[in-house]
Protein backbone atom coordinates (compact mmCIF):
# COMPACT_ATOMS: atom_id res chain seq x y z
CA UNK A 1 0.00 0.00 0.00
CA UNK A 2 2.94 2.25 0.76
CA UNK A 3 4.74 1.80 -3.08
CA UNK A 4 0.82 2.52 -4.16
CA UNK A 5 0.82 6.41 -2.26
CA UNK A 6 4.35 6.61 -3.43
CA UNK A 7 3.91 6.61 -6.93
CA UNK A 8 0.58 8.31 -6.51
CA UNK A 9 2.60 11.12 -5.15
CA UNK A 10 5.33 10.98 -7.46
CA UNK A 11 2.74 11.00 -10.17
CA UNK A 12 1.08 14.03 -9.56
CA UNK A 13 4.61 16.12 -8.69
CA UNK A 14 5.14 15.23 -12.00
CA UNK A 15 2.19 15.80 -13.84
CA UNK A 16 0.93 19.07 -11.55
CA UNK A 17 3.20 21.99 -13.04
CA UNK A 18 4.85 19.91 -16.40
CA UNK A 19 1.54 19.46 -18.13
CA UNK A 20 1.15 22.06 -21.12
CA UNK A 21 -2.35 23.70 -21.19
CA UNK A 22 -4.24 22.73 -23.93
CA UNK A 23 -7.28 25.34 -22.25
CA UNK A 24 -9.99 22.17 -23.20
CA UNK A 25 -13.45 21.64 -20.95
CA UNK A 26 -13.91 18.76 -20.00
CA UNK A 27 -15.16 16.00 -22.02
CA UNK A 28 -19.45 15.77 -21.02
CA UNK A 29 -19.73 12.65 -19.23
CA UNK A 30 -22.11 11.00 -22.45
CA UNK A 31 -18.97 10.81 -24.67
CA UNK A 32 -15.99 10.35 -22.11
CA UNK A 33 -14.60 6.61 -22.90
CA UNK A 34 -15.06 3.72 -20.72
CA UNK A 35 -12.57 3.54 -18.00
CA UNK A 36 -10.39 0.43 -18.52
CA UNK A 37 -11.72 -2.54 -16.81
CA UNK A 38 -9.48 -2.70 -13.66
CA UNK A 39 -10.54 1.11 -12.76
CA UNK A 40 -13.44 1.48 -10.10
CA UNK A 41 -13.89 4.97 -10.75
CA UNK A 42 -14.24 7.03 -14.16
CA UNK A 43 -12.89 10.28 -15.67
CA UNK A 44 -16.50 11.43 -15.19
CA UNK A 45 -16.81 10.29 -11.59
CA UNK A 46 -12.98 11.48 -10.16
CA UNK A 47 -14.43 15.02 -12.45
CA UNK A 48 -17.21 15.16 -10.16
CA UNK A 49 -15.79 14.41 -6.69
CA UNK A 50 -12.82 17.79 -7.89
CA UNK A 51 -15.52 19.37 -8.14
CA UNK A 52 -17.83 18.95 -5.40
CA UNK A 53 -14.55 19.30 -3.25
CA UNK A 54 -14.49 22.96 -4.58
CA UNK A 55 -18.44 23.31 -3.82
CA UNK A 56 -18.21 22.43 -0.44
CA UNK A 57 -15.65 25.51 0.01
CA UNK A 58 -17.23 27.84 -1.66
CA UNK A 59 -20.55 26.72 0.46
CA UNK A 60 -18.40 26.86 3.81
CA UNK A 61 -19.69 23.31 4.69
CA UNK A 62 -16.36 22.54 6.34
CA UNK A 63 -18.08 19.66 7.49
CA UNK A 64 -18.51 17.90 4.61
CA UNK A 65 -14.80 18.81 2.87
CA UNK A 66 -13.21 17.39 6.06
CA UNK A 67 -15.28 13.70 5.67
CA UNK A 68 -14.01 14.13 1.93
CA UNK A 69 -10.35 14.11 3.12
CA UNK A 70 -8.46 10.79 4.40
CA UNK A 71 -7.20 10.77 7.84
CA UNK A 72 -3.39 10.45 6.32
CA UNK A 73 -3.96 13.28 3.66
CA UNK A 74 -1.66 15.72 3.02
CA UNK A 75 -1.34 19.12 0.96
CA UNK A 76 1.53 20.26 -0.66
CA UNK A 77 1.45 24.00 -0.82
CA UNK A 78 4.75 26.88 -0.96
CA UNK A 79 4.91 27.51 2.74
CA UNK A 80 5.29 24.12 3.06
CA UNK A 81 3.38 20.51 3.79
CA UNK A 82 0.59 20.53 5.84
CA UNK A 83 -1.71 17.53 7.23
CA UNK A 84 -5.46 17.02 7.42
CA UNK A 85 -6.00 20.00 10.45
CA UNK A 86 -4.31 22.34 8.53
CA UNK A 87 -5.50 22.12 5.16
CA UNK A 88 -9.00 22.43 6.61
CA UNK A 89 -8.00 25.53 8.46
CA UNK A 90 -6.22 26.84 5.75
CA UNK A 91 -9.50 26.92 3.61
CA UNK A 92 -11.82 28.52 5.98
CA UNK A 93 -10.62 32.05 5.03
CA UNK A 94 -10.97 31.43 1.75
CA UNK A 95 -14.27 33.08 -0.28
CA UNK A 96 -14.68 32.20 -3.71
CA UNK A 97 -17.98 33.59 -5.57
CA UNK A 98 -16.75 31.43 -9.61
CA UNK A 99 -15.00 29.10 -10.22
CA UNK A 100 -13.94 27.29 -13.51
CA UNK A 101 -12.06 24.28 -14.80
CA UNK A 102 -10.63 23.34 -17.89
CA UNK A 103 -7.10 20.69 -18.78
CA UNK A 104 -8.83 17.33 -16.95
CA UNK A 105 -6.49 14.49 -16.77
CA UNK A 106 -6.89 11.56 -15.16
CA UNK A 107 -4.48 9.27 -14.12
CA UNK A 108 -5.29 6.04 -13.17
CA UNK A 109 -2.75 4.15 -10.33
CA UNK A 110 -4.89 1.21 -9.91
CA UNK A 111 -8.65 0.19 -9.31
CA UNK A 112 -7.99 2.28 -5.34
CA UNK A 113 -5.82 5.20 -6.60
CA UNK A 114 -6.55 8.14 -9.07
CA UNK A 115 -5.00 11.54 -9.75
CA UNK A 116 -6.63 13.58 -11.44
CA UNK A 117 -4.82 17.09 -12.58
CA UNK A 118 -6.76 19.87 -14.11
CA UNK A 119 -6.67 24.31 -14.06
CA UNK A 120 -8.97 26.25 -12.42
CA UNK A 121 -9.46 30.16 -12.08
CA UNK A 122 -11.07 31.32 -9.13
CA UNK A 123 -12.58 35.01 -8.10
CA UNK A 124 -13.44 35.95 -4.56
CA UNK A 125 -11.77 37.01 -1.22
CA UNK A 126 -9.03 35.75 0.67
CA UNK A 127 -9.10 37.07 4.22
CA UNK A 128 -11.44 39.65 3.53
CA UNK A 129 -10.04 40.56 0.77
CA UNK A 130 -10.24 40.40 -3.10
CA UNK A 131 -7.56 38.17 -4.41
CA UNK A 132 -6.43 38.22 -8.38
CA UNK A 133 -8.42 36.02 -10.65
CA UNK A 134 -5.80 33.62 -12.38
CA UNK A 135 -5.56 30.33 -13.46
CA UNK A 136 -3.96 27.47 -11.09
CA UNK A 137 -2.86 24.13 -12.13
CA UNK A 138 -4.53 21.49 -9.53
CA UNK A 139 -3.56 18.02 -9.17
CA UNK A 140 -5.31 15.87 -6.38
CA UNK A 141 -4.56 11.81 -5.72
CA UNK A 142 -8.31 10.29 -4.76
CA UNK A 143 -8.41 6.73 -2.78
CA UNK A 144 -10.90 4.05 -2.24
CA UNK A 145 -10.68 3.12 1.28
CA UNK A 146 -13.72 1.07 2.27
CA UNK A 147 -15.61 1.74 -0.98
CA UNK A 148 -15.65 5.49 -0.18
CA UNK A 149 -13.30 7.66 -2.43
CA UNK A 150 -11.37 10.14 -0.19
CA UNK A 151 -8.82 12.96 -1.45
CA UNK A 152 -5.19 12.25 0.29
CA UNK A 153 -3.28 14.82 -1.72
CA UNK A 154 -3.68 18.21 -3.46
CA UNK A 155 -1.11 20.44 -4.88
CA UNK A 156 -1.61 23.94 -6.52
CA UNK A 157 1.26 25.68 -8.50
CA UNK A 158 0.53 28.97 -11.19
CA UNK A 159 -0.35 28.47 -14.33
CA UNK A 160 2.59 29.91 -16.90
CA UNK A 161 1.11 31.43 -19.75
CA UNK A 162 4.46 30.72 -21.39
CA UNK A 163 7.32 28.63 -20.50
CA UNK A 164 10.21 29.64 -17.90
CA UNK A 165 13.40 30.36 -19.98
CA UNK A 166 16.06 28.10 -20.17
CA UNK A 167 18.82 28.16 -18.03
CA UNK A 168 22.00 29.19 -19.39
CA UNK A 169 24.28 27.52 -21.34
CA UNK A 170 26.95 25.66 -19.93
CA UNK A 171 30.55 27.72 -19.03
CA UNK A 172 28.42 31.05 -19.53
CA UNK A 173 27.52 33.11 -16.82
CA UNK A 174 24.43 34.58 -16.04
CA UNK A 175 23.38 38.55 -16.59
CA UNK A 176 24.35 40.33 -13.48
CA UNK A 177 21.17 42.37 -11.99
CA UNK A 178 21.81 45.31 -9.61
CA UNK A 179 19.24 46.18 -7.47
CA UNK A 180 18.12 50.05 -7.22
CA UNK A 181 16.91 51.76 -3.72
CA UNK A 182 13.57 51.86 -4.89
CA UNK A 183 13.13 48.43 -5.74
CA UNK A 184 11.81 45.80 -3.24
CA UNK A 185 10.18 42.67 -3.21
CA UNK A 186 6.50 42.05 -3.53
CA UNK A 187 4.76 40.06 -1.31
CA UNK A 188 2.20 37.99 -3.03
CA UNK A 189 -1.18 39.12 -2.81
CA UNK A 190 -2.91 36.28 -2.50
CA UNK A 191 -1.64 33.05 -0.40
CA UNK A 192 0.22 30.22 -2.89
CA UNK A 193 -2.43 27.53 -2.15
CA UNK A 194 -5.46 29.03 0.18
CA UNK A 195 -7.50 25.39 -1.43
CA UNK A 196 -7.05 21.90 -0.37
CA UNK A 197 -8.86 18.94 -1.17
Not at 41 to 62: G, R
Not at 67 to 78: F, H, K, S
Not at 110 to 134: C, F, H, L, R
Not at 147 to 170: I, N, T, V, Y
Request: with cysteine; glycine share 4%.
Amino acid sequence: MKKSYALVLLLVLAAACAAPSTNREAAPTNTATAPPASMAISEADAIAKEKAIWETIKNKDFETFANTLADDQVEVAADGVHDKAASIAAVKPFEPTEISFSDWKLLPNDKDAVVITYTVTSKGKYKGKEYPSEPVRGSSAWVNRGGKWLAMFHQECAASASPPPPPPAAGSSPAKTSATPTSTATPASTPADPVAS
